[in-house]
Each structure stands twice: as structure tokens, then as C-alpha cells.
Nanobody
Framework: QVHLVESGGGVVQPGGSLRLSCVAS????????MGWYRQAPGKERELVAV???????NYGDSVKGRFTVSRDNDKNTVSLQMNNLKPEDTAVYYC????????????????WGKGTLVTVSS
């Protein structure tokens, strides 16, 4: 069983910064893609940023140039550095992992954390 646990959410003023972290646990050998999605009240879950095991990153249009995703493959962790935060970044941020190889084999299941709330407000 794979578990994802996020940390680092909170309240920040517009223009401020936050760093989110996520740890994947279980008998994990490797993870193909890890990253972040978010869901604001009344809206659908959307891509924030993901990174593949070999390096390519993909960002949502609204966060390009402000957010940076990074992984530590050895530790099965992924972080999200968020700079110049805006009120519209307010959402629950979810860690995601897909393409996980464990002691039981490979699975293409989407694993999700429980989410961490980020509130950008003055």
C-alpha cells in the first residue's frame, strides 16, 4: 500500500511564499510521476506541477514562473516552492503519484494524499 502525506500549507499574504512537501511511503522501489494538483472551492481539481522520474516537468499555465516542483527520487519525496502567491492560488493542494513500482509490482493507479490547505489572503 502506498501512502502520500503532505505538509507545509497555511495562511500567507499576497506576494508571499510557501513550500509544500510530500512523502510517499510503502514498499516503493520507484515512482514515475510525482507532483501536485489543487482544488479551489466550487472548482475542479487542476494540475499545478508534476515531475517525471527522469526529469521533465509540467506546470499549469497559471503557476508558470512562480512555482517550482522538485523531487528526491531516493527519498520518494516531492516539494513545491510557491512564490509570489496570489489570492486565486487559495486551494487544497494534493500530492499525486502515478506509475509506482513496489515490492508487489508495477501499478498505474493514481495515488493521492489527503491534501493541505493553502490560503492567500491579506
Amino acid at each position: 500500500q502506498v501512502h502520500l502525506v503532505e505538509s507545509g500549507g497555511g495562511v500567507v499574504q499576497p506576494g508571499g511564499s510557501l513550500r509544500l512537501s510530500c512523502v510517499a511511503s510503502g514498499s516503493i522501489f520507484s515512482v514515475n510521476v510525482m507532483g501536485w494538483y489543487r482544488q479551489a472551492p466550487g472548482k475542479e481539481r487542476e494540475l499545478v506541477a508534476v515531475e517525471t522520474r527522469v526529469g521533465p516537468r509540467n506546470y499549469g499555465d497559471s503557476v508558470k514562473g512562480r512555482f517550482t516542483v522538485s523531487r528526491d527520487n531516493d527519498k520518494n519525496t516531492v516539494s513545491l516552492q510557491m512564490n509570489n502567491l496570489k489570492p486565486e492560488d487559495t486551494a487544497v493542494y494534493y500530492c499525486n503519484a502515478v506509475g509506482v513500482t513496489t515490492a508487489e509490482g508495477f501499478s498505474n493507479i493514481n495515488y493521492w494524499g489527503k491534501g493541505t490547505l493553502v490560503t492567500v489572503s491579506s
